[in-house]
């Protein structure tokens, strides 16, 4: 059973930094794409940042150069620095993954439970 688990999130003031991380753990043979999709209150899950396998990357516009996305293949983590946080960014973070089980031969989408970050003004 292929699970991913976020931790980091919080409250911060405007101007700050958190940083987020999401584990899969379970019988994993391989990792695609890892990200992090946000929703804030009454709007739908947006997409914030995608690492490929390769490590390129890429970022929702109004991230950019304040977000930066990474990961640990050794670890099956994916992490997501976030600073010079705005109130606009208060949202609940999703991680997700394209992952192939161990014994499977197909890659299925797998999604953590969500941390909500609160940036104050």
């Known amino acids: 059973q292929v699970q991913l688990v976020e931790s980091g999130g919080g409250l911060v003031q405007a101007g700050g930094s958190l940083t987020l991380s999401c584990a899969a753990s379970?019988?994993?043979?391989?990792?695609?794409?890892m990200g992090w999709y946000r929703q804030a209150p009454g709007k739908g899950r947006e997409l914030v940042a995608h690492i490929y396998n390769d490590g390129s990357t890429n970022y929702e516009d109004s991230v950019k150069g304040r977000f930066t996305i990474s990961r640990d293949n050794a670890k099956n983590t994916v992490y997501l620095q976030m600073n010079s946080l705005k109130p606009e960014d208060t949202a609940v973070y999703y991680c997700?993954?394209?992952?192939?089980?161990?014994?499977?031969?197909?890659?299925?989408?797998?999604w953590g439970q969500g941390t909500q970050v609160t940036v104050s003004s």
């Open positions: 379970g019988s994993i043979f391989r990792i695609n794409t």
């Open positions: 997700n993954a394209d992952i192939r089980g161990a014994f499977t031969q197909v890659y299925r989408d797998y």
